[in-house]
């Protein structure tokens, strides 16, 4: 059974910086495209990074040079390092897996961040 399993939120100062943890199990990364989403109360869900199976990673405009995503097929598990937080970064955070031989589509529980001003 597939699992994502995010860690990592909680409450932050604006400038701050958090790591979000997704630990995934009968994952094979090389042939899924692994993805961070956030979504704030009021708003749709919306993609913050994502790494392909080729490792090529990609990044909303409103997060490039602040946020990274890698991954770790050793420990399978997905990262999301993200620094000089904003208030606008608050959300809940969801770890995705996108891809395999039936081209499936899990995701994760999610975790909140939460940027003070």
């Known amino acids: 059974q597939v699992q994502l399993v995010e860690s990592g939120g909680g409450l932050v100062q604006a400038g701050g910086s958090l790591r979000l943890s997704c630990a995934t199990s009968r994952i094979i990364f090389s042939i899924y495209t692994m993805g961070w989403y956030r979504q704030a109360p009021g708003k749709q869900r919306e993609l913050v990074a994502a790494i392909a199976g080729s490792g090529r990673t990609s990044y909303a405009d409103s997060v490039k040079g602040r946020v990274t995503i890698s991954r770790d097929s050793a420990k399978n598990t997905v990262y999301l390092q993200m620094n000089s937080l904003k208030p606008e970064d608050t959300a809940v955070y969801y770890c995705?897996?996108?891809?395999?031989?039936?081209?499936?589509?899990?995701w994760g529980q999610g975790t909140q961040v939460t940027v003070s001003s």
């Open positions: 995705n897996a996108k891809g395999g031989i039936r081209n499936n589509d899990y």
